[in-house]
């Protein structure tokens, strides 16, 4: 919450940021904890972070926290002078995230667009999820205050149980999950590698950052993308140096923090989606 | 044959597999299609969900149905919308649904959060997961928190380290007096409280120097809080009262805390303004504490809760202000005033082994404590990330005394001590960039003083003072003052990925003593000379040379100084014609280490070499009358330490599981150049000596402390150990002789509010001391303390609660056991915001405590007149 008021307070502060930056179409917001193992042999490894869940119209926009608070600092910034102080105290202000996407989804299509900067460039892949069916059980109980149902479905290799909400009537949830007849308050696979749990739902008031305006998105598919992650996973200072950023090393260094990589990356697992 | 089939066919599928479609439109009042609406079919209005849709781009939905119920219930919803409902056939059909907007807010939530958070370096706590009904004040919430510890006198610790800043909001308005907030900032007005761990308070060194410390910053509901709490309470006997008022406002600029508090039930409201501050890292701090040289016999305090035994009278009101006068440039003023008259009514029996005979004296004490204290302190802090400015001055007065009656059986002995003490001292840092390095300037400068007097009649020591006949009364005098200041100039780079920090200082200390002992008889009045007088001045002067280097990669973070001091010593007394000079140059480096490694377990060492060196307390010349039965000086050589220390800790902690543990182990090895002996003349006088010869004290200590919190049972569970063992050489019948002491320790803590009607609060020691002199075993001291509250809420707004204590400790003959318990109920009128307690203390009425202790050449039993049993009655408002 330490963020949203010095959003706040960027807004006041910085008034002559202009409108279009801000949008209005979104009326609700949710928050979901999402807690997740990034190594599955070591339960060490769980981590969690507050992913953020915008809706309206029809669409949705869902994302980790700091992502959209990192956005919307830079977005404040974008109309200051730009001097190495200012860039400094932005880069101190923007918080530490563990995922750099952007879901949007269209309700009613049930079209799922995921966008990631990689190396300076954005990339976009679309899923269509109008073939993946939810199976509905009769299973009723209480979460967070709402009556919620059990659904059950596959993606991407992992089975999930739902727990939905009719009495907020989107037919949306975190992730990418879509389709249920509400909202989903509660999805976990049947390993618990993955969970998010509804924390707040609210009414919107005032309009928020609209953090992806104004980027030229890439087209592409979910195969060809994850084959560009791949490759900037197993090397990310040669896909940097690609796009013209140069580095400069002591000798031994950069051998140093490859292995230091790849040793990690080979921690890393479990992602959310295995297939 | 075939038309059975068929039949039989279609009756299967009637019966069983009876399908129908709904297929439809939805609009909304104007006839625009709606998409994304959620289009659901159950049995009835409550049924679970049987098949449902999600309508189209173009509004259109479409189920499918496999059911054989006559009718269904349609329910056809959507955000900012009415839901249509109705009872339909089951059957193929179309519908077209119109739906109109509803004016019904949706319903927000906000999921109580989980109890602890980790947000990279901060940990999240929510009060509203760890507090109940009875809990007022953030304090009492703090101390369920797994990890975090609140100590009896109030301060605060995380993992077992005392934390660096409280801050409020951000904003550190109390410095180290935070009890102050911490004990009045209502619960339900904190949303969270964060642990910083790790914390750099100064930002501009935040990517410079690692903080291996840890901050705490409170987070509350609402960016404007003004509230506060007041009570008001009576009862007897004596006459009981007690009164409190505290208005505080916090807002993004402004904070302030405001209090009045007193009282004669033995609630000891100094604790509110302790102040828990800590020094900065490596620096020699002067100690401006007060110091007292001359003392009336004071009785032992009983080691369990104040509440039972102090007999006060206390007033004490404090205000503390903060400004932000612009964006990151505060003005903060805090200051108290205490006015306090303490009563110690009891005894002592000592025992002295001479070495012919045992001596009994038996000392009937009553004294009487008056404390008149004035502290306060102006600070002014710009903290931005390219400038930092702290000036801070501070102003003490303590208007002191104290008069104690003694009764052996056949003599009365009365004291009366005029010990006022006074300090002024201001203290600036200043860090500003200039080209690629961060320039430091420090400045510590300051003026204490003490005219301190001790009138004991009738006359002592009369064999050395007055040609052994007896006088009336005996006058002891003590003027000192001490001027300090201390300069530093260095600045901070960075080469290389490693943050060098070189500077130099001076510093000096002055110090004068003089002190007069006056006989006082009826005829005459004489100031004795010789011996028995000091005019003793103290000049020490300390350079030094310093380089901090710190290095941080990934998971590693290593600093290490390297200070070369040079310190000299002019110690001379004109009267006495004594004088005493020394030099010394030291090197004493200081290494820390950490690893973090992993996302739980966390390790770190640290090793230093320290030098201290006596001050004028341990080295004057002439005869100092320190109480009525002690006449003493320190005739000898400045007293030189040398310390290795060494530390090692392993840390866990998994907030997801709310399991924290800490495990320590430190090891100290000094060596002195002087060995202090008291030695028991045949008429039961001590003899002190210094005898310069270099001796060794060695302790290890392990430390291990584990807190977790059950999430199904709202309970914190807490458990520790320490164990002990140093050992000293001592003199003993003029030889050297090795004294041990080991000392074991356990501690359990319970707090849970394990169902809606009862919460449970228990805490408990235990601890067995054993000491050895040489091959002999001297008896083990067994201590235990437990102590057990039960609150039972009878209902939303009443509690009643038992607290019950108990002491135990195996060496006093009687009076083993302590038992205490109180009896305490609450009614809060909830629409007016008004809690009304009735409490009964000490109900078993328990009036004196009994303790005993042993030193090498005497036995000591104290008694101690404890409160008696009370009833009060109070009112608090919290606005």
């Known amino acids: ?275 | 044959m075939s038309k059975v089939c068929l039949y039989a066919l279609a009756l299967v599928a009637f019966s069983g597999y009876a399908q129908s479609h709904l297929t439809g439109k939805v609009l909304d009042e104007n006839d625009q299609v709606l998409s994304g609406a959620t289009v659901m079919v159950s049995k009835d209005s409550t049924g679970t969900i049987l098949a449902y849709s999600i309508s189209s781009g173009s509004g259109e939905f479409k189920v499918q149905l496999d059911s054989e119920l006559d009718s269904l219930f349609l329910k056809v919803s959507y955000i900012s919308y009415t839901t249509w409902q109705q009872h339909i056939q089951n059957k193929d059909q179309q519908l077209d649904i119109q739906l109109s907007p509803s004016s019904e807010e949706l319903k927000e939530v906000l999921v109580k959060s989980k109890e602890i958070e980790q947000r990279g370096d901060t940990l999240n706590y929510s009060v509203s997961a760890f507090s109940d009904q009875k809990d007022r004040v953030i304090a009492d919430v703090l101390k369920k928190m797994p990890g975090i510890e609140v100590m009896p006198g109030g301060q605060i610790k995380y993992q077992g380290e005392p934390i660096e800043k409280y801050y409020i909001e951000g904003l550190d308005l109390l410095e180290g007096r935070y009890n102050l907030a911490n004990n009045n900032i209502a619960a339900k007005d904190v949303s969270q409280v964060q642990i910083l761990e790790n914390h750099q308070p100064i930002k501009m060194l935040d990517s410079l120097e690692f903080s291996e410390r840890a901050s705490l910053n409170i987070k509350l509901k609402k960016e404007v809080t003004v509230s506060g709490n007041a009570e008001l309470g009576s009862g007897f006997s004596p006459l009981l009262w007690k009164a409190k008022i505290t208005p505080m406002l916090f807002t993004k600029k402004n904070q302030a805390i405001v209090t009045y508090q007193a009282n004669n039930t033995g609630s000891d409201v100094s604790r509110e303004i302790r102040d828990f501050s800590i020094a900065d890292f490596g620096r020699e701090e002067f100690n401006t504490s007060k110091t007292d040289w001359l003392s009336i016999r004071q009785l032992a305090e009983p080691p369990f809760s104040q509440e039972r035994w102090l007999d006060n009278n206390v007033h004490l009101g404090s205000a503390n202000y903060l400004i932000r006068l612009k964006k990151d440039v505060d003005l903060k003023t805090n200051i108290s005033y205490l006015n306090d008259a303490q009563q110690q009514i009891g005894n002592t029996q000592t025992r002295f082994f001479t070495p012919t005979d045992t001596i009994d004296l038996t000392e009937n004490t009553n004294n009487d404590l008056f404390r008149s204290t004035l502290q306060s302190k102006f600070i002014l802090e710009r903290n931005t990330s390219d400038n930092y400015l702290k000036n801070e001055l501070e102003i003490n007065g303590f208007w002191d005394s104290q008069r104690g009656a003694i009764n052996t059986g056949n003599t009365q002995v009365q004291q009366q001590l005029s010990n006022p003490f006074s300090v002024i001292r201001n203290k600036l840092r200043f860090l500003q960039p200039v080209g690629k390095q961060v320039v430091t300037f420090r400045s510590n400068t300051g003026y204490t003083e003490a005219n301190q007097s001790l009138n004991v009649s009738p006359g002592q020591f009369e064999a050395s003072l007055n040609d052994g006949e007896a006088y009336q009364e005996l006058q002891q005098t003590v003027e000192t003052n001490t001027f300090f200041s201390d300069n530093t100039a260095g600045f901070t780079k960075r080469i290389q990925g490693v943050t060098v920090s070189p500077e130099l200082g001076v510093s000096v200390k002055n110090q004068s003593l003089g002190s007069q002992i006056t006989i006082i008889d009826t005829d005459r009045t004489e100031t004795l000379g010789g011996d028995f007088q000091n005019n003793l001045d103290f000049l020490s002067t300390h350079f030094y040379a310093t380089s901090k280097f710190v290095y941080k990669k990934g998971d590693w973070n290593v600093r290490l100084t390297t200070p070369i001091n040079l310190r000299s010593f002019d110690i001379q007394d004109t009267s006495l014609q004594e004088n005493q000079n020394l030099s010394r140059v030291t090197f004493e480096p200081n290494l820390y280490v950490r690893n973090k490694i992993s996302a739980f377990w966390e390790t770190s060492i640290s090793a230093n070499l320290s030098n201290d060196f006596g001050d004028m307390q341990q080295l004057y010349f002439g005869f100092i009358f320190n109480n009525y039965r002690n006449l003493q000086r320190y005739n000898s050589p400045l007293p030189e330490n040398f310390s290795q220390n060494y530390f090692w800790r392993l840390r866990f902690r998994n907030p997801l599981k709310s399991i924290f543990a800490n495990l320590s182990y430190s090891f100290n090895q000094t060596k002195r150049n002087l060995l202090y002996s008291n030695q028991i003349g045949l008429n039961a006088a001590t003899i002190f000596e210094a005898i310069e010869q270099d001796n060794f004290s060695n302790s290890h200590r392990i430390k291990v402390k584990t807190s977790k919190y059950f999430r199904e049972l709202k309970t914190t569970l807490s458990l520790g150990s320490n164990f002990t063992i140093s050992n000293r050489e001592q003199i003993l019948n003029g030889n050297l002789a090795d004294v041990e002491n080991q000392n074991l320790g356990f501690d359990l803590g319970l707090e849970s509010d394990v169902t809606d009607w009862l919460s449970i609060s228990y805490s408990g020691n235990y601890s067995v001391l054993q000491t050895r002199f040489e091959a002999r075993n001297f008896d083990k001291i067994q201590t235990q303390q437990h102590q057990l509250d039960l609150f039972f809420y009878v209902a939303d707004n009443q509690y009643f609660s038992v607290n019950s204590e108990y002491y135990y400790n195996n060496i006093s003959e009687d009076n083993q056991n302590n038992y205490f318990l109180n009896f305490n109920y609450q009614y809060t009128f909830e629409e007016v915001g008004i809690d009304l307690n009735a409490s009964w203390n000490n109900a078993l009425n328990t009036d004196e405590f009994v303790r005993v202790s042993n030193t090498d050449f005497s036995y000591v039993q104290s008694t101690y007149r404890l409160r008696p049993s009370q009833f009060l009655l109070s009112l608090k408002f919290l606005f």
């Not at chain 1, 609700?28 to 490894?45: G, L, N, P, R, V």
């Not at chain 1, 939810?134 to 009556?147: S, V, Y």
Request: charged share 30%; with cysteine; proline share 4%.
């Open chain 1, 1 to 275: 919450m330490k963020f949203t008021s010095s959003i706040t307070m960027l807004i006041l502060s910085f008034a002559f940021c202009s409108a279009q930056e801000l949008t209005d179409k979104f009326k609700h917001k949710a928050t979901y904890e999402m807690t997740w193992q990034i190594d599955s042999t070591d339960t060490e490894s769980v981590q969690s972070e507050t992913m953020i869940f915008f809706s309206g119209g029809g669409q949705s926009t869902f994302s980790s926290e700091g992502q959209h608070i990192g956005d919307s600092i830079q977005k404040a910034y974008k109309k200051l002078e730009r001097t190495p102080q200012s860039f400094s105290e932005m880069r101190s202000k923007i918080p530490k995230t563990e995922f750099n996407y952007y879901i949007t989804k269209d309700l009613a299509s049930r079209e799922v667009s995921y966008r990631e900067e990689i190396v300076r460039d954005y990339y976009e892949y679309t899923e269509d999820f109008s073939n993946i069916d939810w199976r509905i059980l009769p299973e009723t109980k209480q979460i967070a205050g709402f009556a919620v149902q059990k659904a059950k479905t596959s993606y991407a290799g992992r089975h999930y149980t739902a727990w939905f909400t009719t009495e907020i009537p989107i037919s949306d949830g975190p992730y990418k999950f879509n389709g249920l007849p509400g909202l989903i308050v509660r999805i976990a696979d049947e390993k618990k590698f993955y969970v998010f749990e509804l924390t707040g739902f609210k009414v919107l008031k005032d309009p928020v950052f609209d953090t992806q305006a104004n980027e030229e998105y890439l087209e592409t598919d979910k195969s060809s993308f994850l084959e560009i992650k791949e490759d900037y996973n197993a090397n990310p200072i040669g896909a940097m140096e690609q796009t013209g950023i140069s580095f400069q090393f002591e000798p031994g260094q950069k051998e140093k923090l490859e292995k230091e990589r790849r040793a990690r990356l080979k921690k890393e697992n479990n992602p959310i989606e295995l297939e």
